[in-house]
């Protein structure tokens, strides 16, 4: 848990990590608490890794071209219902890991979202209020991309190209939802090399978070602990604009409030 003032406490009296059964308990209520009952030990993290800020999760759940803008630089028009994919879950890895091109790839991607935790089971909601209510919390996601594995195969192949090693470093903070009540305000940034390439604000969606949540539990079972990755602004490099990434780039990702993170591509 790390506070406004920059200090850091240690979870682990609580819960041996920020996964489903944590969420489900009411987690980040619970911390409080903890916290503020003397509970939780202050730690210190100078020197050590950063993983993701949610342990792995059930599902990866994607939307799909939910900027009109990207739509457009990719060649579609804006859908008239989410579109969702997969990635699979081992995809997850911390802030500032490496990101692996994999073998055969010419056409990796970057794509900065906003990623929503699951809190609540979500099964045939009834109204957006329930689905606001299945939130836990948000963090900063990159989409990693092959576009080639993706588009260039046929009959399309969205998650062979979603979900290659690496490609969903997350974090590097996770916010609880009550301290981000309105997802819909948010600025969005990528830098590739130090250049900027994606500047927009959720406010831009197609479809809000809630909308989202509702619309999937139509069809699927959301379980405490799953990531929605809710679909990146234009400023990719499948819009032709921007080189694709190669080894030795590195990609900055922001979502505003949640933190920034840094990862530096290598070779799978």
């Given at each position: 848990?790390?506070?406004?003032?920059?200090?850091?406490?240690?979870?682990?009296?609580?819960?041996?990590?920020?996964?489903?059964?944590?969420?489900?308990?009411?987690?980040?209520?619970?911390?409080?608490?903890?916290?503020?009952?003397?509970?939780?030990?202050?730690?210190?993290?100078?020197?050590?890794?950063?993983?993701?800020?949610?342990?792995?999760?059930?599902a990866v759940l994607?939307?799909?071209?939910?900027?009109?803008?990207?739509?457009?630089?990719?060649?579609?028009?804006?859908?008239?219902?989410?579109?969702?994919?997969?990635?699979?879950?081992?995809?997850?890895?911390?802030?500032?890991?490496?990101?692996?091109?994999?073998?055969?790839?010419?056409?990796?991607?970057?794509?900065?979202?906003?990623?929503?935790?699951?809190?609540?089971?979500?099964?045939?909601?009834?109204?957006?209020?329930?689905?606001?209510?299945?939130?836990?919390?948000?963090?900063?996601?990159?989409?990693?991309?092959?576009?080639?594995?993706?588009?260039?195969?046929?009959?399309?192949?969205?998650?062979?190209?979603?979900?290659?090693?690496?490609?969903?470093?997350?974090?590097?903070?996770?916010?609880?939802?009550?301290?981000?009540?309105?997802?819909?305000?948010?600025?969005?940034?990528?830098?590739?090399?130090?250049?900027?390439?994606?500047?927009?604000?959720?406010?831009?969606?197609?479809?809000?978070?809630?909308?989202?949540?509702?619309?999937?539990?139509?069809?699927?079972?959301?379980?405490?602990?799953?990531?929605?990755?809710?679909?990146?602004?234009?400023?990719?490099?499948?819009?032709?604009?921007?080189?694709?990434?190669?080894?030795g780039d590195v990609?900055?990702?922001?979502?505003?409030?949640?933190?920034?993170?840094?990862?530096?591509?290598?070779?799978?």
């Amino acid at each position: 848990m790390l506070l406004e003032d920059g200090r850091y406490y240690d979870l682990r009296p609580l819960t041996p990590d920020v996964d489903g059964r944590f969420l489900a308990q009411d987690g980040p209520r619970r911390a409080r608490i903890a916290l503020d009952s003397g509970e939780l030990p202050e730690t210190d993290v100078l020197g050590l890794r950063i993983g993701a800020p949610i342990a792995r999760p059930g599902a990866v759940l994607c939307i799909g071209q939910n900027y009109a803008a990207h739509a457009a630089e990719s060649g579609a028009e804006p859908p008239a219902e989410p579109i969702l994919f997969h990635k699979s879950p081992n995809t997850v890895v911390g802030p500032y890991d490496e990101v692996l091109i994999p073998r055969g790839s010419v056409k990796t991607d970057w794509e900065a979202e906003l990623g929503v935790v699951i809190g609540k089971r979500a099964r045939y909601l009834e109204s957006l209020d329930e689905a606001r209510a299945c939130v836990a919390g948000y963090v900063t996601s990159n989409d990693v991309s092959e576009r080639a594995f993706q588009l260039g195969r046929p009959g399309g192949q969205w998650s062979k190209g979603k979900s290659c090693e690496t490609f969903n470093p997350v974090g590097p903070w996770f916010v609880p939802a009550h301290e981000l009540p309105d997802p819909q305000v948010l600025e969005l940034r990528s830098w590739v090399n130090g250049d900027p390439r994606q500047d927009s604000k959720t406010s831009d969606m197609i479809f809000g978070v809630a909308e989202i949540i509702w619309h999937l539990s139509q069809f699927l079972v959301l379980e405490p602990g799953d990531l929605v990755n809710t679909g990146t602004p234009e400023g990719v490099a499948l819009s032709g604009r921007f080189d694709y990434l190669r080894a030795g780039d590195v990609m900055e990702i922001e979502v505003a409030g949640l933190g920034r993170q840094r990862t530096v591509c290598g070779l799978a």
